[in-house]
């Protein structure tokens, strides 16, 4: 039994909120589809109906999920469901499968705190333009409890992998009209929309915001931040200098920044030659005090240091350089004064909001610890490589130590031929074979001759040189 009879028949317009399910008895064994056949049927052909489908699956909550045993009583029966559409094309084909072949499926993502809500169109160019998944990063984490990673580094990543709907807390079908393409709103917030196609580079923006400084269209193009990302990635210092040159020259120049008190590079887009704000960007209100435009510069550096670590850990510069002494770098590439530059710096703690801190003390802790785990690797390294050089000079010293053994020997050995010889010409034998011999030039007269004519060319050569 369900009680979708007690709705009134042959209805023009039918709005279903999440809980419409409950209409059906948890004994009910139809599927999905046949349900959702039970509620069109209550709608008058040609009708106006909205149908919204919670996502217990949503990968949102692993934002701020804790480790702990999953008990029963944390099933969601609905997350049983084997039936019910997970996506926006199943539940687009599910609506197909009753009758409404034309539906128009938006995802609605975050809580009554900050929301937001894109359509397929919206959710395909998410892809090339990460505004539109910041805008999703934006509403997923205005939770209590702080997200245990960067909600935009996550949605960015599910986005480039078409998979942003899978964050989305629930899925609305309007069938019999269009809706806009994306929503944003809150709690005491305006409600502002824009609207546009996948072939289209700017989107129209409307709404029931009354802000004089809001843009009548916005363009769908990267952030400031993902093009600076992407150059320190390729180590393409020059292509990220000119940018933040660029970037630099907006700021300081732009009307739609005067009452900002702060500004990062993800609020940024660039198109083209063109430099603007993104709608999602949060306004600063009406400054009484509006902050000079070089420190809202060193803001948005302040900014993207503390996201550089964790999103592009090897930046093409040394990695002994410290966030100040970065963003000096980048505030010299920026063309500010270097005096300027050093008070900027000086006073920069003040400009870095708490997340901002908050991360940079997550990744500063994970990449110390990364640190010492090389440093360790690098001292047994090391010590391995001491290690075999104590052996090589073990054999060398041996080697030394033999090749002094044989010099020590040879040196023995001489002076005993030495002395030997000297004995043995001192001796009467020796003697005794002198005068045979000389007797043996006297019984051999030419041997004789020869010798004392070579005797006395000898003293003649000597007499004609010392004359």
Not at 145 to 166: G, I, K, M, S, Y
Not at 176 to 196: E, K
Not at 449 to 465: F, Q, S
Request: a negative charge; proline letters at 4%; charged letters at 25%.
């Amino acid at each position: 039994m369900d009680r979708i009879a007690d709705l009134p028949a042959d209805t023009e317009t039918l709005l279903a909120g999440p809980g419409w399910e409950a209409a059906f008895s948890e004994t009910d064994e139809r599927t999905f589809v046949e349900r959702l056949a039970r509620l069109a049927g209550q709608v008058r052909s040609g009708a106006t109906m909205v149908v919204a489908l919670d996502n217990p699956h949503s990968t949102a909550r692993l934002l701020t999920a804790t480790p702990r045993a999953l008990t029963s009583h944390d099933v969601d029966a609905s997350a049983q469901d084997e039936t019910r559409p997970a996506s926006p094309r199943a539940f687009t084909e599910a609506l197909r499968q009753v009758g409404f072949a034309a539906a128009s499926i938006h995802s609605l993502f975050g809580t009554n705190e900050r929301w937001c809500v894109l359509d397929e169109y919206a959710l395909e160019a998410a892809r090339t333009a990460d505004s539109l998944s910041g805008l999703v990063a934006s509403a997923c984490s205005a939770v209590d409890r702080a997200p245990v990673l960067p909600a935009e580094q996550f949605t960015e990543a599910l986005a480039a992998a078409n998979a942003l709907f899978t964050a989305a807390d629930a899925f609305v079908a309007v069938v019999g009209g269009r809706g806009r393409s994306i929503y944003l709103g809150g709690a005491g917030q305006d409600v502002q929309w824009l609207d546009g196609s996948a072939a289209d580079r700017r989107w129209v923006v409307g709404g029931s915001s009354d802000d004089p400084d809001r843009p009548s269209t916005v363009a769908l193009a990267p952030t400031a931040h993902r093009l600076l990302l992407t150059a320190a990635a390729a180590s393409d210092t020059g292509a990220f200098r000119d940018l933040a040159t660029r970037l630099a020259q907006w700021v300081a120049t732009s009307s739609s920044l005067d009452s900002r008190r702060d500004l990062t590079w993800r609020d940024v887009v660039v198109e083209g030659d063109t430099v603007s704000l993104t709608l999602g960007a949060p306004s600063g209100g009406h400054a009484v005090d509006p902050l000079p435009r070089d420190e809202l510069l060193c803001r948005c550096w302040s900014h993207f240091v503390a996201a550089a670590r964790i999103d592009q850990p090897e930046l093409p510069w040394p990695d002994a350089l410290t966030d100040d002494e970065l963003v000096h770098l980048w505030l010299s590439m920026s063309g500010v004064g270097e005096e300027r530059v050093r008070e900027l710096v000086e006073g920069r703690a003040r400009a870095t909001t708490d997340d901002d801190g908050l991360w940079a003390a997550r990744h500063a802790a994970a990449a110390a610890t990364r640190r010492i785990a090389a440093l360790e690797d690098e001292i047994a390294a090391l010590q391995a490589t001491l290690r075999l050089r104590d052996t090589e000079m073990a054999v060398r010293a041996r080697a030394i130590r033999s090749l002094r053994g044989q010099v020590l020997s040879a040196s023995k050995n001489r002076d005993l031929m030495a002395k030997a010889n000297a004995d043995i010409k001192g001796s009467a034998a020796f003697k005794l074979a002198s005068q045979f011999r000389k007797a043996a030039l006297i019984t051999r007269p030419k041997l004789l001759v020869r010798e004392l004519g070579k005797a006395a060319d000898t003293r003649v050569r000597a007499l004609r040189r010392a004359g």
